[in-house]
């Protein structure tokens, strides 16, 4: 029945504690007060319910003329009226979903449209805190642009993009990974979140060339306006960041009666009683709501692919023919030409010299290759016997010299080349025993470093960003060059791990154990508690970062395997979901008129599954394929199939611009893959069509530990399994994790 008959009589819609009560105001309107637990929600306007904006600055607000209540549906229609004459034609469904959710479905259409009217925008949202004397005091999630601590001193957001003191803080969906915003108050815990649901994020070459206004934007923008103390909390069709530092400015959609201008959002109330409880319930909401794709590989061509390829690009060194006095991977490879750029070697991080190394010295033993052994063995080699200070810190990145010259190492080392890097040198070492190699050299060059770590370890359990390896002070130390601490969580795995190896010849000897837990103590205080993950993409501003998330999701379920604390494993579980929410989760497909201008990115491949790598900058590449072992693990701890999803959409998805099939380059290596891109802007247009040593890493190291746990680097075979097959291996795993060398653990363990 029409509510207009009741419209005094108060809640007419109720979704959990979330209710609609429709109020009759002057000249026969309506307009919609939403409450939550009893306590108001205003909109936008106070006063109108339906808020649009015109030619950028003057308000068309308005109340609706009928609204009829059929069971959990509340259909409202207005008409808003330009002083022109263009009519604004408003339908607005209001769906109760239940548990706090509304679905809001809106439809505008124009007629009699007046020129003079020029554009505009439509706006959905709440004023969700009128006494907002600063904006810290409430807390804010928008995906891979917006954390608790962005504008904290450690959260170091570089000051391009807004700062605490800003109004505008909106965001297009293009630029984030999926159309959401949250808002929470901590002193009440009152939480709202509001998801564009359905989005096909279209648009054409002329947003990416600055164009203002066109019809066929058809994308959204979330945010937060903060002015005269008020926050709102707000969704904006199509997609402006108007008035954002370092937007990419308005977008409009033009005044005329074709136009389709719709859409559909989830609106979501809840009180939740923690900052990352309510970013993991909004982004779970979110991800269930547009349940990404995944596009499947074959794992086993692309892992024999990436190893082929590694071969293919080997640079000799002099003993083998070659002309380096040091064996290893160019930097990076031209993916024009398909030929190497700059031999030069880092152990980590970008460089991954000894992982790749590790991978085909394994896979020559696997196969009994012997060319593949000596190759690896020589990079393996080389890392642990020269690149160490007399005090055990390792010297990162090494410039091999030509045709007999001895090359040098470049200035400064840091904990995550070192650590990245000596992780692998422990995975070497103990997969070389357990197969009956001897390599105790290997083993001896982690410990020493390890010994450094300990030596080097501050009281409060942290370390420091980087060391300048060229010096040591009067104290015998080799002093500081950033005092940052954040890096600290990249040494929990190595140490956890050298823990284990070290256990080969120095049994009960917990050192490395005890440095581990107290590094991990730090991070759980510094960076779980806080929720600052940051400075891990150490060639970027030390800020927010999608990698950070992934140091802290291995350093704390390394943790909890060694030590079985609940507290660890809840840890991880926090880091997985910060992590995933810098991964796209939605389409983002070219402009509809693309037509025939060149991509780097494919342009009929998905987005979903590559990552946006920092706060600053929209840059994106394939670093979610480190991840897809340690969420697949999480699984298994928890039984929770979203992790599954997220560890297919890590091993599969992230290789949609690799060249497994040769489809992309054709005769050319398979383990080929640009390194990074722009999604947004001129879409797919702009990156570095390059691929380094990294993004095969990035594939093969949770291959490598699926088959160190499983026997399989194809996470598909391994879900052949039976669940108990499975757990039963996870829990071998938890016990050696990456460091099996072969010990007896019949004892600890039952099938």
Known sequence: MPCSLFANDGTVLVSGDVSITVKAVDEGLYKLNFSYQGTPIPTINPDATIFLELAGSKELSGNYSSCELNGNTLTCQALLTTSLGTNFNVSDIYIAKGNGIIELQRKIQLSNSKAGDCFFNSFFGFRTDEQATNLTRNEYFIPAVWYKGNFTVTGNIPKHIPQVNDTYFYYREDRITLPLVMFRNPRTNFTLSIIHKDSKCETVIADGNGIDTGAD???????????????????????????????????????????????????????????????????????????????????????????????????????MGGKYDAAGWPFEVDLTTFKPRNYDYQMGFVGMQVATGYYIYREGVETGNNDMIKKGEAVLNFWASKSQTSLGLPRDWYDPGWWGKTGTFRDGSNLRVNTGGMESLIAAWAFAKRSGIEKPEWLEA??????????????????????????????????????????????????????????????????????????????????????????????????????????????????????????????????????????????????????????????????????????????????????????????????????????????????????????????????????VFNVSGLRRENGAFTCLNWNYAAHLDPMFRFKDAFGTPNMEEVEKMSWEDRKYYNDIYSHVQSANWGQDISSTVNR
């Open 217 to 319: 934007y058809q994308f959204g923008s979330l945010g937060i306006k903060r002015e005269n103390n008020v926050i709102y909390t707000n969704f904006i069709y199509p997609g402006s960041e108007a008035g954002r530092r370092g937007g990419r400015g308005p977008r409009h959609h033009p005044v005329q009666d074709d136009l389709v201008h719709e859409y559909n959002l989830e609106l979501c109330f809840s009180s939740v009683n923690d900052y990352a409880t309510a970013v993991k319930d909004s982004w779970g909401h979110a991800f269930e709501l547009y349940n990404p794709t995944i596009y499947p590989v074959n794992l086993d061509v692309t892992y024999h692919g990436i190893i082929e390829t590694l071969m293919y690009y080997y640079g000799e060194d002099t003993s």
């Open 446 to 675: 982690c410990k020493r470093y390890g010994d450094w770590l300990i030596d080097n370890q501050n009281e409060d359990g942290s370390y420091y960003f980087s060391y300048n390896h060229k010096v040591i002070n009067a104290q015998g130390k080799h002093p500081v060059t950033n005092s940052n601490k954040f890096l600290t969580i990249c040494a929990v795995r190595y140490l956890v791990e050298l823990h284990i190896a070290a256990q080969a010849d120095s049994p009960g000897d917990n050192k490395y154990r005890e440095a581990a837990e107290k590094a991990g103590d730090f991070c759980y205080k510094n960076i779980h508690n806080t929720y600052t993950y940051v400075s891990c993409v150490i060639d970027n501003p030390q800020t927010y970062d999608s990698e950070s998330g992934q140091m802290a999701l291995n350093g704390f379920l390394a943790l909890y395997d060694l030590t079985k604390d609940a507290k660890w494993l809840t840890a991880a579980e926090q880091a997985a979901t910060y992590t995933e929410s810098w991964v796209h989760c939605m389409e983002i497909p070219v402009e509809n008129d693309k037509g025939n201008r060149p991509t780097k990115y494919p342009r009929d491949r998905s987005i979903v599954g590559q990552h946006i790598i920092a706060m600053g900058h929209a840059g994106a590449d394939l670093g979610f394929a480190w991840s897809s072992f340690a969420f697949y693990r999480l699984y298994l701890e928890t039984g929770n199939e979203h992790y599954l999803k997220v560890a297919r959409i890590s091993a599969h998805n992230s290789k949609q611009s690799m060249n497994w099939d040769q489809s992309l380059f054709p005769g050319q290596q398979r383990g080929l893959q640009m390194e």
